[in-house]
């Protein structure tokens, strides 16, 4: 006897083989436009590249989805993008302590 379960946790296997193609699918496209997403976002801000057309519009383009994928993309590499200079900037204060101790 199944019990209905409220997790959004699905498992492949129990999935039929097209259900589980296009899910893999839509995550193998998903996961190509966060990462040009986020090199956009990073070649913007760190070298200064201005595009004319917007990223939203280069994604869409390329990929030829609606507007829920690129957008999500989109704000999941800002939010990426954002946390690693964080990071990166406590790494950096971090090490010019540890300089500033042995010296």
Request: proline share 2%; hydrophobic share 35%.
């Amino acid at each position: 006897m199944k019990c209905p379960s409220y997790s959004n946790r699905f498992y492949y296997k129990e999935l039929s083989e097209e259900d589980a193609n296009c899910i893999k699918k839509d995550l193998i496209l998903y996961n190509s436009m966060l990462y040009m997403a986020y090199k956009k976002l990073y070649l913007t801000c760190f070298h200064g590249f201005k595009e004319t057309v917007s990223l939203e519009k280069q994604l869409k383009a390329r990929y030829g989805t609606n507007d829920s994928f690129p957008l999500s993309a989109i704000h999941e590499a800002r939010a990426l993008l954002k946390s690693n200079i964080e990071i990166n900037q406590r790494l950096k204060k971090e090490c010019t302590i540890r300089i500033e101790i042995r010296v």
